[in-house]
């Protein structure tokens, strides 16, 4: 329930990518692909642990890979279970891409696997622990860490961290495996993806590096618009069910309040729901927020309680027709507005 305070927690920008086991008759995941990629023996087979992975190994790998989803539209990632089907289907990828930590399930079977080329994504960029409140503290021009961010791409070696992977979801002291939400992370993971493809398939190397840097081109521009659109507003704090957006919330310069914490199953406690009513008051919070794969009750409970307007925060764990656009940059876009209008943008 408590949204975490961050501490960087790894970055090892090296071996990569993104592997997918878009097996040709088996469409493990109706997720799979939307943009394309049929089951061509000459692409490599792709397998996307979740939507976010998906997204990124589409956009960078084209037309060269054949991607397939674990995760079905309107799955709540964290809830994932496997079918034996789909455990075997992995060990038939020729390359993996995963987010450690979001999806017990994924993690235990990619572990077994087998397959030699996998990428967990937060080892692309700097995974931080959120406290029960997370403020942002001007982040435009230089990172936590020290380095200069323009945009946050930047190509300096993150610093290894020495302790254990970080990546327990929704546990004290764990980091917040949520990086997707800020589009300067996710452009160095894009980054790290493009190189790491580039690698395993030279023969296409060059498309893979258009494509990168066409990609960042645009998570360039969102961030730029996040960064315009929320530099003026008449309050900085958020309520919203899910507490998936304190990256978000630190690049911008906000704060995240979360009915529950970075694990959307975590039930609040009365003492939450009280503290909560205290701070939409004392901070003038005007709207609280749910999302398309988790439950509204308890974010309409609230509002109704204290008097405040819902609305949708899309956390774009996967994509529905629920969704507020058709892919990650259109839903982010409307994430955007949403915000704006919640917290009073001039």
Known sequence: MNVRRLIP???????????????SACSTSDAASDGGSGSNGDQLKVTASFYPMQFLAERIGGEHVAVTNLTKPGVEP???????????????????LYLKGIQPAVDDAIKQSGVKNTVDAATLTTLENHGAEVS???????????????????EEAHEEHSEGDGHNHGEEGGADPHIWLDPVKYAEVAKGVGKS??????????????????????????NTAY????????????ITTHSAFGYLAERYGLTQQGIAGIDPEAEPTPARIQELHTIAEKEKAT?????????????????????????????????????????????MESNLAALQKALGAK
């Open 197 to 222: 493809l580039e690698k395993a398939d030279p023969d296409h190397a060059a498309d893979y590096k258009k494509n990168t840097e066409a990609l960042v081109g645009e998570l360039d521009k969102l």
């Open 136 to 154: 942002g503290h001007d982040h435009g021009h230089e990172d936590d860490h020290g380095h200069e961010d323009e945009h946050g791409h930047e």
């Open 9 to 23: 927690t790894t970055a090892v920008a090296g071996a990569v990518v993104l592997g997918l086991t878009a097996l």
């Open 78 to 96: 964290h809830d994932l279970e496997l079918t034996p089907r789909q455990i075997g289907s992995i060990s038939e990828a020729d390359y993996v």
């Open 287 to 331: 709207t609280v927020f749910f999302e398309t794969l988790a439950s509204d009750k308890t974010a309409k409970t609230l509002a109704k309680d204290t008097g405040l307007k819902t609305d949708v925060l899309d956390p774009l764990e996967g994509i529905t027709k629920k969704s507020q656009g058709a892919d990650y940059i259109e839903v």
């Open 227 to 238: 960064e315009t659109g929320l530099k003026n507003t008449a309050t900085k704090t958020f």
